[in-house]
């Protein structure tokens, strides 16, 4: 089934653990996206990238590294977890350019204690 | 950061009934707009684009756009209980940096919650 993967749906960890964050599409979209999405904050943008071999920063893109090495995967990683970054976590992906569709991940729900 | 405003809500109609979603945007220049809905613990899913002023319909849902007034609206006529969710407005702005591209920028979210 074509779509978005992430991975895992759920994690409770240590602060200061360092922590990844998977994603992965098999629409062969140029353009990937990580929001967090904490209640009365909506979804914020951390990083990006519109092709591969690039990325972008957000909104909110301190404590967050990402890499683009191909087209499909778009991994976050949190170096040094802290507890401000429990939060809901998704991916997307879309065309690129100004369409603005795009086909988001189930999330990842992340918890630090 | 350019904004997206929407009414938090909750919004309570009763079935049958037009439910009006309302979103205003501060970046005069945007160009795209987006009606996203989220059931609770689910991810938001795409239901309206619109590009140009006036209104688009599908089903039953309308998304109306007024670029002078800086307004976006979704309409849903004969609300059913499954239309309950939040509804997410979202505007397609340039990125900033040396990788500049496009991204969604989302309002909070309007709860809407139709009662049988």
């Known amino acids: 089934i074509a779509g978005i993967t992430q991975a895992p749906t759920s994690q409770i960890l240590a602060a200061g653990r360092r922590m990844t964050l998977r994603c992965t599409q098999d629409?062969?979209?140029?353009?990937m996206y990580w929001y967090r999405q904490d209640l009365g904050l909506g979804l914020r943008l951390i990083h990006y990238?519109?092709?591969?071999?690039?990325?972008g920063k957000g909104e909110v893109p301190d404590g967050y590294s990402v890499s683009r090495a191909n087209t499909d995967d778009f991994p976050l990683t949190l170096a040094s977890a802290v507890p401000s970054q429990t939060s809901v976590y998704f991916c997307?992906?879309?065309?690129?350019?100004?369409?603005?569709?795009?086909?988001f991940g189930e999330g990842s729900r992340l918890t630090v204690l | 950061q350019k904004e997206v405003e929407q009414n938090s809500g909750p919004l309570s109609v009763p079935e049958g009934a037009i439910a009006s979603l309302n979103c205003t945007y501060s970046?005069?220049?945007?160009?795209?707009f987006f009606w996203y809905r989220q059931y609770s613990g689910k991810s938001p899913e795409l239901i309206m684009s619109?590009?140009?002023?006036g209104d688009k319909e599908d089903g039953r849902f309308t998304a109306q756009l007024n670029k002078a007034s800086q307004y976006v609206s979704l309409l849903i006529r004969d609300s059913q209980p499954s239309d309950s969710a939040t509804y997410l407005c979202?505007?397609?702005?340039?990125?900033?940096?040396?990788?500049?591209?496009?991204?969604?920028?989302f309002g909070k979210g309007t709860s809407l919650l139709v009662t049988p």
């Open positions: 970046d005069r220049g945007s160009q795209s």
């Open positions: 990238s519109n092709t591969a071999g690039t990325t």
């Open positions: 997307a992906s879309g065309a690129g350019g100004g369409t603005g569709e795009l086909f």
């Open positions: 979202a505007v397609n702005q340039p990125t900033t940096g040396s990788n500049s591209g496009y991204a969604l920028n």
């Open positions: 629409m062969r979209h140029n353009a």
């Open positions: 619109i590009y140009s002023n």
